[in-house]
């Protein structure tokens, strides 16, 4: 089952204010709604007491969907209803697969025609986007504010020359059925400007972020250790949340995020949190006492996954091989139609461990590029009784239960679940802060496969 959001409403739009003046505008908000909720004109409304999430995105998408016109929402790195439908509507426009995602073709199609405008004089690159008030289609950033009224500092890095840095304030408040004398609120700082210019200003940054409170950062794309305002905000959260779903170079990436942690970044990865159900599954396949006893016969591993990124096969096999005690020794990359990997463990008893991972061509990719697809954990040994396949939903299992031979192998579908999108694993991640052990044991081995 799921739940929906409470609605959300806006008591102030969002405003062009200076930098000095963000402070004082905030205040000067929940002050006029606290004196009508006196005076019994409207709700009492209360500024947020739990968190600070910073989100830092370095996609242009919005940018440039909404300098070409497609786009009416706040640029804040949020994908949401709104940039859905302006992704489809710019699709349809340039004669592309109108999916509403922004694919590689879709981006470099919507940068060829903001550069082409802006040379022939039809665009302004110093405008500032103004925000439409209209709240169809809100995005992740309402459905955490929903879930935990809080500040949410939005920077949003643009394309351009240097012009300095811009701010908006708003807020908005879920509207709670139980109450409806008083209002518990989200605040929301946009910070827009180039890199270099967010970066300049990275002391003002870190004072927004309220003191005494949790301290979040939501780094989408890959973070840049040696970018100083990435090292900032590191240094003063509670959690670095990325999503390695979205990495480009992942083993690198990979490699990197352990680095980091190494380092004592605490790093939270969404793309980790839609491992689980696959982690549960395989767990309860070797709960019976019987077939507890043949984990230790497991010595055959194959995964499968959507074609593109490998993260989370890459994941799950660095979790499995923390858990049973493997020690890689050898990785090879074959490549070829399915990109296979193999990659050699040795047990704690000296037995060896052999693991295919497999990148599969599918025609209807999902919204998460590199989502397992199925999983077969077997043995050479004939007589254990350990044979575990596990497939997605949506895909049959027919590769991996012709990979059983003469063994008869356990066989459950991994549902797809609803709390793995986005808005709500990262809601369910501002829950918790620090450091997640079982994730920064598993991404140890995976260091140990990649190197």
Not at 104 to 129: M, P
Not at 143 to 172: H, Y
Not at 412 to 424: A, E, I, R, Y
Request: charged fraction near 20%.
């Amino acid at each position: 089952m799921t739940t929906k959001s409470p609605p959300v409403v806006s008591i102030q739009s969002p405003k062009d204010v200076s930098l000095t003046d963000i402070e004082a505008e905030l205040h000067q908000i929940w002050q006029s709604y606290g004196a009508a909720g006196e005076h019994g004109e409207s709700p009492y409304a209360m500024r947020a007491t739990t968190f600070t999430l910073v989100i830092y995105e370095p996609d242009e998408t919005q940018q440039l969907l909404a300098a070409l016109g497609y786009y009416t929402g706040t640029i804040d790195g949020i994908a949401g209803p709104r940039t859905f439908s302006a992704l489809k509507a710019a699709q349809k426009t340039y004669g592309l697969l109108r999916t509403g995602k922004a694919d590689d073709c879709t981006k470099q199609r919507l940068r060829d025609e903001y550069d082409s405008r802006l040379k022939n004089g039809e665009l302004n690159n110093t405008e500032r986007l103004k925000y439409s008030p209209d709240r169809q289609g809100s995005g992740i950033a309402d459905a955490i504010a929903a879930a935990n009224p809080c500040r949410i500092i939005a920077l949003s890095p643009l394309l351009g020359d240097d012009q300095g840095v811009t701010a908006q304030v708003s807020a908005s408040c879920p509207i709670q059925k139980h109450s409806q004398s008083s209002l518990v609120c989200c605040e929301y700082i946009s910070l827009s400007g180039t890199a270099a210019a967010l970066e300049r200003i990275g002391g003002l940054i870190t004072e927004l972020m309220i003191g005494e409170l949790p301290k979040f950062v939501w780094w989408k794309g890959t973070p840049d250790p040696e970018y100083g305002l990435f090292k900032r905000l590191s240094s003063l959260s509670n959690s670095v949340i990325i999503d390695s779903s979205s990495f480009n170079d992942v083993e690198s990436d990979l490699l990197q995020m352990h680095s980091l942690m190494a380092q004592g970044t605490a790093i939270a990865d969404l793309n980790w949190r839609r491992l689980a159900p696959w982690q549960e599954l395989t767990a309860e396949a070797f709960d019976p006492p019987e077939r507890r006893a043949a984990l230790t016969e497991v010595d055959q591993v194959t995964i499968d996954y959507e074609k593109g990124n490998p993260a989370q096969a890459l994941m799950f096999l660095g979790w499995l091989a923390s858990r049973l005690k493997w020690r890689p020794v050898s990785c090879q990359q074959e490549g070829g139609d399915y990109d296979i990997r193999r990659v050699q463990f040795v047990a704690a008893d000296q037995r060896t461990v052999e693991a295919e991972l497999a990148g599969i061509p599918v025609a209807d990719v999902g919204d998460i590029p590199g989502d397992l697809i199925s999983l077969r954990l077997g043995s050479t040994n004939m007589e254990a009784d350990c044979c575990t396949v596990l497939c997605s939903e949506t895909t049959g299992c027919m590769r991996m239960e012709a990979g059983g031979g003469a063994q008869s192998c356990r066989i459950q579908q991994v549902s797809p679940l609803f709390d793995q999108k986005t808005d709500l694993l990262i809601s369910q991640q501002l829950q918790r802060w620090g450091r997640e052990m079982l994730y920064e044991e598993s991404l140890a081995v995976t260091d140990q496969i990649l190197k």
